[in-house]
Structures are given as C-alpha cells and as structure tokens.
C-alpha cells in the first residue's frame, strides 16, 4: 500500500523488451533506503517488485497487465519517473490509500497557470470519471490530488508549488498519458452497490502499440 507522496524522481536507466513484457533498471536513491529484493516500489503509481538491487538502482519485471493499464510502454532511456516505496506501518498517512494498481491512462489535455497552482485538466474514461468525486482523492502517475473540478469527460487538478517541484506532472505537455488509480474506498462501494455487474476492460496492448514501442 501507498500514500501518493512521491519520494523522489527517479531516472529509467534501461529497458529490456520481450516479445509481451520486459524489465526496467531505474536509477534512484532515496526509495533504495532499506528496500530488499521483493520489496514493492511505485514507479509513476505502479507497483512493481524489486528484482535486482544495486547502490544505485533497482530492476523490476514489467508484465502485460502493466503495459495495458499503465503508460509505462511508453518510457524510455532518460525518462524521469516519480518513486515511492510502500508505507511502513509506522508511518504518517500524507495522501490517501494508493494501492499502486492502475485502473487506466488519461490524456493531459490543458495546463493552466492561476497565481501560483497550475491548473492540469485530464481527459479519462467513463469507468474511470465515474469513480470520481469533486474534492475528492485521485492518484495520478502515483500522486496523491485532489479533485478540483470534474466535467462530463475530464477532471482537473490544481497543483501546488510543492508538488510540481518534487513531482514530474508539470513535465507533462498537452497529449501526454499519465496513469490513474481512482480511490479504493469508491471501487468497493460500487462493487458492493453494483456486485453482478462485471467491470469493463478495454486491451489497448496491440500488436502495433507493442511494436510502436519496442516489445516486438
């Protein structure tokens, strides 16, 4: 379990493609403070077991589940990725229930300044806004925010200073995919409301979408 208080932006080392799924060596060094193999660690909201240690990074296996749900596809040698390690038992609860497992991507669609918040509008599917409450708690790329509009077809964050410094959001541009985890308490609540209801599942894991990014 996580909080959605990133610990540090971390840098994707290498890539390692397979014909469906692959591994990822990430450089970091905060989040490798006293983490052991099997250890969990979030990278841009995912969870994803630590395989491999070093001083100096942490490789993790990236499954196809991981690649249908997340944008982790998409990363590259370079990229910057926000890192938080699962919550110790004794620590503070700063953002909400973050359970690392993505429900989809959304589309960043507008950045707007106002003052000193930067306003980020994000474009998502039905199953996922449906799960959405204005003023209520979203994970995106692993960030714990809050809800500050919601519309027909998109949400808006407001993010602060302090969160633009210590996360990688504001690196977005307009198009860009970032991954959501709706709040957990929402998904029981509808399951328990709605239990013989299936829930929709749409693969986006296409023999071009992995031969766009390297899998084939």
């Not at 890192?83 to 953002?95: I, K, P, V």
């Not at 979203?138 to 960030?143: E, K, L």
């Not at 991954?179 to 239990?195: A, F, H, M, T």
Request: aromatic residues 4%; negative net charge; contains cysteine.
């Amino acid at each position: 379990m996580f909080t959605g208080i990133i610990e540090e932006i971390g840098t994707v080392e290498s890539i390692t493609a397979g014909t469906r799924s692959g591994t990822i060596r990430i450089h970091a060094k905060t989040v490798l403070q006293q983490t052991k193999i099997g250890d969990s660690i979030a990278v841009n909201g995912v969870c994803l077991t630590v395989t491999e240690k070093t001083d100096s990074s942490f490789c993790a296996d990236v499954m196809p589940e991981t690649l249908r749900r997340s944008n982790l596809g998409r990363l590259r040698e370079g990229a910057a990725v926000n890192l938080e390690r699962a919550m110790a038992a004794d620590g503070r609860f700063g953002g909400h229930i973050v359970a690392g497992h993505i429900d989809g991507t959304g589309t960043v669609i507008s950045l707007k300044r106002e003052d000193n918040a930067v306003w980020v509008r994000i474009r998502a599917e039905q199953a996922i806004l449906s799960l959405i409450v204005e003023k209520g708690s979203v994970a995106v790329d692993g960030i714990s925010l809050t809800v500050a509009a919601l519309e027909e077809d998109d949400f808006s964050v407001s993010v602060i200073p302090h969160t633009a410094a210590e996360t990688t959001l504001l690196t977005k541009k307009t198009g860009d995919l970032v991954n959501l985890e709706n709040d957990i308490v929402g998904k029981y609540v509808q399951r328990l409301l709605y239990p013989n209801i299936p829930p929709k599942k749409e693969s986006r894991l296409t023999e071009a979408f992995l031969a766009e990014h390297g899998f084939l």
